[in-house]
């Protein structure tokens, strides 16, 4: 991942999150939250373009992409959820404006609904919120992980390489496919990939499904009408909770709208935050 670089680094509870500030450091902070199983990567055009308006936060979160990996570390959506709330406040941010996609979207609800994390608006991209969720693989992992983790080198790769291009939509280029697998291939990233699997768990979203018509903020649901991973009326359904919520679908767009419309989701995030006082 050369082109993208995380240098700050920050140790939390579940271990050292790497993390960058982008842009003006007297803009409006926003932290973007990627998902499972990728990384701040994903976010790179995006983020790039919202640091004219913003200063920019972004992060990997522990067990992902650049972060540490290590065996028994806690990557649930509880510790996630921890150490975001961690991070908001050794960043210095009260009230920050946050984008969270995917596994990030719960990161980012738990956080605020459970510890009182702050915010000046949200933006939910395809997010992790509402059950069922977790596929027949995520369950099949769930059940037998020691023994994916013990799959030869080659037969793990494709398999993660399939597993992220299944997302729907256009599809990725193979660049940055293989930029997203690099993170969960060799000694350390290959347990990695199957420990945040196993610790998927929708009990972390059941906790607090109820509280989404508690939430106060300015709220954007966008969602990619293409998505492979979680149906589009999910969004619907999504958006009908949480009290004024703005929804926004996107065209031609899979799981990972940052990679399939980066210029739709962008303008879709800069006219709803510009809208947010």
């Not at 991070?87 to 609904?113: I, K, N, Q, S």
Request: with cysteine; hydrophobic share 45%; proline share 8%.
């Amino acid at each position: 991942m050369s082109a993208w670089q995380l240098p700050e680094s920050y140790r939390s509870g579940s271990g050292t999150v790497r993390w960058n500030r982008l842009g003006d450091p007297d803009g409006r902070p926003l932290v973007l939250l990627h998902g499972t199983p990728f990384s701040s990567y994903v976010w790179r055009a995006v983020a790039r373009s919202l640091t004219r308006d913003h200063q920019v936060f972004v992060w990997d979160m522990p067990g992902y992409g650049l972060s540490e990996k290590f065996p028994g570390q806690d990557v649930s959506l509880a510790a996630q959820g921890r150490v975001f709330t961690e991070l908001l406040d050794h960043w210095g941010l009260a009230e920050p404006l946050v984008v969270a996609h995917d596994f990030g979207g719960a990161v980012a609800l738990r956080a605020h609904l459970l510890h009182d994390a702050r915010y000046r608006a949200l933006a939910l991209v395809d997010p992790v919120a509402l059950a069922p969720w977790g596929s027949p693989f995520f369950r099949l992992v769930r059940e037998h992980a020691e023994v994916f983790e013990r799959l030869p080198p080659a037969l793990h790769g494709a398999l993660v390489r399939e597993y992220v291009g299944s997302t729907g939509g256009p599809g990725l280029h193979p660049a940055v496919l293989d930029q997203l697998v690099r993170p969960w291939l060799g000694e350390s990233g290959q347990p990695a990939f199957y420990r945040q699997i196993a610790q998927a768990d929708q009990r972390y979203t059941d906790e607090i499904q109820d509280r989404y018509t508690r939430i106060g903020v300015p709220t954007l649901v966008c969602w990619g009408e293409d998505d492979a991973w979680i149906p589009v009326a999910k969004g619907r359904e999504l958006a009908a909770a949480v009290p004024g919520a703005r929804w926004e679908p996107i065209a031609q767009a899979g799981h990972l709208v940052q990679e399939d419309a980066p210029a739709e989701l962008t303008a879709a995030l800069l006219g709803f935050l510009r809208d947010v006082p």
